[in-house]
């Protein structure tokens, strides 16, 4: 009877965090408020649709991951091998980051994803979208750069795709998080965003195809 007990509280902690790390998902969400199409399966159907320097989003267990389209199935992102390692100590901490040209398909692997150009959140902050060929530079200074870095609150991976974007990092999804945080908590939230993520294969893979030469086929 008790060991039932036991396996009963230890399945609903379970649960409660992870209907926890929704909700600040959700919150999120509805906090950034942007009117971009729904969340569908990671595919060639939505590969189709997408443009050069078009910002994929990608649903991950409890944040959202960033990546800008490039072209065919290839996505450029940055990327922190030591993803796993976020604690509450370290969550200011500046990792080492790699910036990288993945196939978005395996990238995503089972998360879905949608094209979301954060077209509100570029009139707001009154940050039109770069031309084309800026974007491209941009890419083309990121694969060369020797070192870069990687934080979680002031420069992660939405940050890397909005400067590709729109010339300046930004994090919606961090912006949002402190809306809804105290200052106490902001990093209790922030582990607890990307706790289940870290329990996941993804985060091992480190693998990158970088070849530069797609950008060269770019333009
Ligand atoms: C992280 O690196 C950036 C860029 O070099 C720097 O501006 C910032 O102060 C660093 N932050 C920490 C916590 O070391
Ligand atoms: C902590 O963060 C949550 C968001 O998950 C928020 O709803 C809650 O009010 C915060 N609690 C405190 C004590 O600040
Ligand atoms: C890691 O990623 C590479 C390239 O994206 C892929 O080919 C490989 O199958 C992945 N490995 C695992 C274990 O998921």
Redesign the pocket.
Do not use: K
């Given at each position: 009877m008790i060991f039932l007990m036991l396996i009963l509280c230890v399945a609903s902690g379970v649960r409660s965090k992870t209907v926890q790390i929704e909700n600040v998902q959700s919150l999120i969400l509805v906090t950034i408020n942007e009117p971009a199409s729904s969340f569908e399966a990671c595919n060639k159907d939505l590969l189709e649709k997408a443009t050069f320097a078009d910002m994929i989003e990608i649903k991950r267990g409890g944040y959202f991951h960033w990546c800008v389209f490039v072209r065919d199935e290839t996505v450029i992102h940055l990327h922190n091998p030591e993803f796993g390692k976020l604690s509450v100590e370290n969550a200011?901490?500046?990792f080492t980051g790699n910036v990288e040209l993945r196939n978005l398909i395996q990238l995503a692997g089972d998360d879905l994803c949608r094209i979301n150009n954060k077209v509100s959140e570029s009139k707001r902050r009154k940050l039109p979208a770069l031309p084309e060929s800026d974007t491209l530079a941009l890419m083309k200074e990121e694969l060369n750069r020797k070192v870069t870095?990687y934080?979680v609150v002031n420069y992660n991976c939405e940050h890397f795709a909005a400067k590709l974007k729109f010339g300046v990092p930004f994090s919606s999804q961090i912006d949002a998080l402190k809306k809804i945080s105290s200052e106490e908590n902001l990093t209790e939230n922030l582990v607890e965003m990307f706790e289940v993520a870290a329990t996941l294969d993804f985060v091992h893979n480190t693998s990158s195809e970088n070849s530069p030469e797609i950008l060269s086929a770019v333009g």
């Open positions: 200011y901490h500046n870095y934080n």
